[in-house]
């Protein structure tokens, strides 16, 4: 997995990707399942994922400036927004996918989540203690 490959995905699909979340795929070579193997019920997206959960989230439709990029047992969906900058992980639950619900009052922000937090091998206590 290399940059390249990512700018020629983001073109294709015609998604920007958080810059964080990019360094998280490049850190654990687009295999976050064997990168974060004790995360029990939360997981979170490869690559070839990211269209799969997009469509089945309706996301182009009701929330086209976030993308999905990852899910809880319990019916919640993980997303950020679709800015090159953005370093804030979203939870909320999939019902809640529609722009104007993602806010505070209907899901959790975890700013600066993913900022070193695959350089310290994506410790699974810093996401499964805050959901």
């Not at 360094?23 to 976050?32: E, G, I, S």
């Not at 969906?77 to 996918?97: A, F, H, P």
């Not at 209907?106 to 700013?111: G, M, Q, S």
Request: one cysteine or more; charged letters at 30%; a negative charge.
């Amino acid at each position: 997995m290399d940059r390249k490959i990512i700018e020629d995905f983001e073109k294709e699909h015609h998604y920007i990707l958080p810059e964080s979340y990019i360094k998280f795929l490049l850190t654990c070579d687009n295999t976050p399942q064997n990168y974060c193997k004790d995360y029990g019920d939360i997981s979170l997206c490869s690559l070839e994922e990211l269209p799969e959960m997009r469509e089945l989230h309706e996301m182009d439709k009701y929330c086209p400036e976030y993308i999905a990029i990852g899910f809880g047992g319990g019916g919640e969906v993980l997303v950020m927004k679709q800015e090159r900058d953005s370093n804030t992980l979203i939870v909320t639950e999939g019902g809640n996918l529609i722009s104007k619900f993602i806010t505070p009052q209907y899901c959790k922000f975890f700013n600066d989540f993913f900022i070193d937090w695959a350089a310290r091998k994506c410790p699974a206590s810093e996401i499964v203690k805050k959901l």
